[in-house]
């Protein structure tokens, strides 16, 4: 069976058998689609796949300190922005 790696709320890795359901970057701390435009550049210019991460719910990405992504995720990048 094959088993993803996960950041859970902790910020710390686990193993799942289930994937990731949002993607994220472990240096700027911040997570969206796995199909978002910005993150797919990065990817394809290379850099990027090293410092990836991958939640199983957008809830623990916000436990573990991650913003959203204000291309892919714009509503709740202006949400986040707004909340003192």
């Known amino acids: ?11 710390r890795p686990y193993r799942s058998p289930t994937p990731g359901a949002w ?3 472990r240096r ?4 969206g689609r796995l199909n978002c435009p910005s993150a797919l550049r990065a990817l394809s210019r290379g850099h990027y796949a090293a410092h990836r991460v991958f939640f ?7 436990a573990a300190g ?3 992504c204000a291309v892919c995720c714009p509503e709740r ?3 986040w922005k707004a909340t003192p």
């Open 77 to 79: 990048y202006a949400r």
């Open 28 to 31: 700027t701390k911040i997570y």
């Open 1 to 11: 069976m094959r088993t993803y790696q996960l950041l859970g709320a902790d910020g």
């Open 66 to 68: 991650y913003r959203p």
């Open 23 to 25: 993607g994220g970057h």
């Open 56 to 62: 199983p719910d957008e809830r623990t990405a916000v």
